[in-house]
């Protein structure tokens, strides 16, 4: 794996998004989910530089780049766009998690986008998980205002994943937990971006029918079974998509077994 070479974009609001890029061939954009900086998508980067140029960034908010206020869903679409410019004016995208859901907006809003790639973003599409609360987005606002960092993201473990709160409570032991805490104020952002603001949480069919790149939407064999329906139901929506399920894989995807699936659908 060779060492990836940093550089920043300046976004349309002038907020500037560090990335890091690695690689040959062309352009391929990381984009990671609640709680991820762009260290989290360093393996499957180097994985595939053999084949791509990949850009892992921070999204606005984490890591080194900056964090403009007021945050709007819109502004981060903007900072994907303005990578698409800094790989030439087309590249790939690649979303985990809200990651993923941020991504389709993107491809439904701007050009240059030659295919999208999709792991499991998290909607709920049926009564196979417990709802979550109309308020959410709205408790973690209050909890970040208040400075209570841990109990934001142990918030967001418990209502919006669903981990045990007996589980949840010991992780903030864990040597781990402060750098969930440095990301806590970004996670009413990923809220946004999924839609929990809204009183109508139904999939934004009709926003999505503007995306024509082909995406492949992907779930792993040992998710649980809510997670499965919703890739199947964002397979539906999108006009151009397929879908594969990763056998064995859960939420947290090996990046080597995702690797090659990328390359294979994106023709490398």
């Not at 940093?6 to 040959?24: E, L, P």
């Not at 393996?43 to 999204?59: K, M, N, V, Y």
Request: hydrophobic content about 40%; cysteine-free; proline content about 7%.
């Amino acid at each position: 794996m060779s060492e990836p070479r940093s550089g920043t974009v300046t976004s349309a609001d002038g907020t500037t998004i560090v990335f890091d890029r690695r690689g040959v061939g062309p352009a391929l954009i990381l984009v990671g989910g609640a709680l991820n900086d762009r260290t989290a998508a360093a393996t499957l980067a180097g994985l595939l530089e053999p084949s791509f140029t990949t850009f892992a960034f921070d999204r606005r908010g984490r890591g080194d780049s900056g964090d403009t206020a007021p945050y709007a869903v819109e502004r981060e679409v903007e900072d994907i766009e303005a990578l698409v410019g800094e790989a030439g004016g087309s590249a790939f995208l690649m979303g985990h998690s809200s990651g993923a859901a941020l991504v389709i907006d993107t491809a439904a809003r701007i050009g240059g986008v030659d295919g999208i790639a999709l792991y499991e973003p998290p909607y709920i599409v049926d009564d196979t998980r417990p709802p979550i609360p109309h308020d959410y987005v709205t408790h973690l606002d209050e909890l970040v205002a208040r400075d209570r960092r841990g109990d934001a993201v142990e918030y967001f473990m418990v209502t919006g994943v669903g981990v045990p709160p007996e589980a949840a409570a010991q992780m903030r032991g864990a040597p781990f937990w402060p750098s969930l805490e440095a990301l806590a104020h970004t996670l009413p952002y990923d809220g946004r971006v999924m839609g929990l603001d809204d009183a109508d949480r139904s999939l934004p069919v009709e926003r999505w029918k503007a995306v024509t790149a082909s995406a492949l939407v992907m779930d792993g064999g040992a998710s649980p079974e809510w997670a499965r329906n919703a890739v199947q139901a964002v397979t539906d929506a999108l006009p151009h998509a397929e879908r594969r399920t990763l056998p064995g894989q859960t939420h947290e995807v090996d990046p080597a077994v995702l690797a090659p699936v990328l390359a294979g659908f994106f023709g490398r």
